[in-house]
């Protein structure tokens, strides 16, 4: 029974270019997480996805970020035209739903250069 | 807005010193209160879900215990490898079904000694 599965572990982008970070839930698991979390800082949250759904994006920047979690396939963090301040680890979280504990991923450890 | 405060921020024991970490939340209608263990460069780990005050749960040398303002993290003669940053979260649910994120403390910091 597979965890949470983030990838890449690691990724490197310079400034401008495009992150795009995988999650894929826990099998039977239909709720989505993502948090950032900034060194010495807490985990901070983005946003809340079902399949197909946005729930709650209101911890995502206005610009530059989006979120999706399709019928079929992992939910994608993406973000565009990336800056040094995006550098950052990223966690994902899955849930068979609330108040269902959510379990985390190892997450994605983003530097911008 | 959900609001988290865990304390304290740092803590720091001798193996087999008993304490108690600090979790105070105000929520509108809790539907579950979470501790997690991260250590340093993982994701944080799930340890248990809390529902309705009165609750306690164990494992190991861990026992929450959850009131309507507060959850504790009791560590019972801890060891060396109990060293981690422990995070408390709270999740409501809207009138609505609509369930809301997750709500993370900044965590305490819990580093054992021999």
């Known amino acids: 029974n597979a965890g949470v599965m983030q990838n890449p572990r690691h990724l490197v982008r310079r400034r401008g270019q495009e992150a795009r970070l995988r999650c894929s839930p826990m099998?039977?698991?239909?709720?989505v997480y993502w948090y950032r979390q900034l060194p010495e800082e807490g985990l901070k949250f983005m946003v809340y996805?079902?399949?197909?759904?946005?729930?709650?994006e209101s911890g995502m920047p206005k610009e530059r970020f989006s979120a999706e979690f399709p019928k079929e396939g992992p939910s994608i963090l993406r973000i565009q035209q990336v800056v040094r301040g995006d550098s950052a680890a990223y966690f994902c979280?899955?849930?068979?739903?609330?108040?269902?504990?959510?379990?985390f991923g190892q997450g994605t450890r983003l530097t911008v250069v | 807005e959900d609001q988290v405060t865990q304390s304290p921020e740092a803590l720091r024991l001798q193996e087999g010193e008993s304490s108690s970490l600090n979790c105070s939340y105000t929520?509108?209608?809790?539907?579950?209160l979470f501790w997690y263990r991260q250590d340093p460069g993982k994701g944080p780990e799930f340890l248990f879900t809390?529902?309705?005050a009165g609750e306690e749960k164990e494992k190991e040398r861990l026992k929450a215990t959850l009131t309507k303002k507060e959850s504790f993290l009791h560590i019972t003669a801890p060891k060396p490898e109990d060293s981690a940053t422990y995070l408390c979260?709270?999740?409501?649910?809207?009138?609505?079904?609509?369930?809301?994120?997750?709500?993370f403390g900044t965590g305490t910091r819990l580093q054992v000694t021999l």
């Open positions: 979280a899955s849930s068979h739903g609330p108040p269902k504990e959510a379990f």
């Open positions: 099998k039977g698991h239909s709720h």
């Open positions: 996805l079902q399949k197909e759904n946005i729930i709650d």
């Open positions: 929520v509108s209608g809790l539907r579950g």
């Open positions: 809390l529902y309705s």
């Open positions: 979260a709270v999740q409501a649910v809207f009138d609505t079904g609509t369930a809301s994120k997750l709500t």
